[in-house]
Nanobody, 124 residues
Framework: QLQLVESGGGLVQAGGSLRLSCAAS????????MGWFRQAPGKEREFVGR????????YYADSVKGRATISRDNAKNAVYLQMNSLKPEDTAVYYC?????????????????WGQGTQVTISS
């Protein structure tokens, strides 16, 4: 089992920035590609972005492209989501997810392990 724990959420004003962290334990983190998803109230969980296990391949949803950066530190067993120019519509619970695929997809079913999520609220 790979355990994932997100942190860094909170209340931020629109236009601000936030850095979410996801700490992994239990397995060889460096072998896993990592994804970030979010779920707003009453909506389905949606893909935000992903980073491959080798750390050089990233891909982002159009809704966050240019505002989000995903990075990883395999020595610290952690992955990060930096979000800038935050908007009220970015308000959601943010989840990190992991999969052994080299390039996992954008669906929730493409990821095997999930964290519990961290709440991000953007005030206007």
């Amino acid at each position: 089992q790979l355990q994932l724990v997100e942190s860094g959420g909170g209340l931020v004003q629109a236009g601000g920035s936030l850095r979410l962290s996801c700490a992994a334990s239990g397995r060889t983190f460096s072998r896993y590609s990592m994804g970030w998803f979010r779920q707003a109230p009453g909506k389905e969980r949606e893909f935000v972005g992903r980073i491959s296990w080798i750390g050089t391949g990233t891909y982002y949803a159009d809704s966050v492209k240019g505002r989000a950066t995903i990075s990883r530190d395999n020595a610290k067993n952690a992955v990060y989501l930096q979000m800038n120019s935050l908007k009220p519509e970015d308000t959601a619970v943010y989840y990190c997810a992991a999969d052994l695929s080299v390039v996992p997809g954008v669906r929730t079913s493409d990821y095997e392990y999930w964290g519990q999520g961290t709440q991000v609220t953007i005030s206007s």
